[in-house]
């Protein structure tokens, strides 16, 4: 059984669950793995540039001490990304290169966890004021690109 589908809508900027018939839709495993790393909203760290004081993060990070003792732990293993950190920055490449390097280091789980082989990222703005990103994630030999827009929530 694969994983309840997520689906990103380019126009809202946002990702829903899918409906198949009368049932949620199941599978592109990947894909949604991908949104849920990038969409969960990651915690703040001292000296981030953010548009707000609320710190974010996801509530269960504060419970990974009391995950299964027979895993080996990771230091600072949160879920997310700071992606929601990029409407603060300014329009520059500096900015497109921050947001790369965030792309790539929300999936690098993925690596870790042997599901992915590589992750790529290429980042750009939109001509309306958001951000996207172009992401490939190499799993068992074969690239699969996911391409995502979205914009500053008001």
């Known amino acids: 059984m694969g994983d309840i589908r997520i689906v990103w809508d380019p126009t809202t900027g ?6 198949l018939g009368s049932g949620l839709e199941l599978g592109h495993d990947l894909e ?11 915690q703040s760290d001292p000296g981030d540039i953010a548009y ?10 504060t419970y990974a001490a009391l995950e299964d003792p027979a895993l080996t732990a990771i230091p600072d293993d949160r879920i997310g990304s700071k ?3 990029a409407f603060a920055r300014p329009r520059t490449q500096d900015t497109l290169n921050w947001l790369r390097d965030e792309v790539i280091r929300c999936h690098g789980w993925m690596l870790i966890d042997g599901v992915a082989s590589a992750v790529d990222a290429t980042a750009f703005f939109t001509s309306s004021g958001g951000i996207g990103a172009i992401v490939t994630i190499t799993a068992n030999g074969v690239p ?11």
Not at 14 to 19: E, H, P, Q, S
Not at 52 to 61: L, Q, S, V
Not at 144 to 153: G, L
């Open 14 to 19: 946002t990702g829903d669950l899918n409906i």
């Open 32 to 42: 949604t793995a991908s949104l849920i790393s990038m969409f969960t909203d990651a």
């Open 52 to 61: 707000d004081t609320d710190p974010r993060g996801w509530w269960a990070d």
């Open 83 to 85: 992606i929601w950190q």
């Open 144 to 154: 699969n690109i996911y391409n995502y827009v979205w914009s500053q929530e008001s």
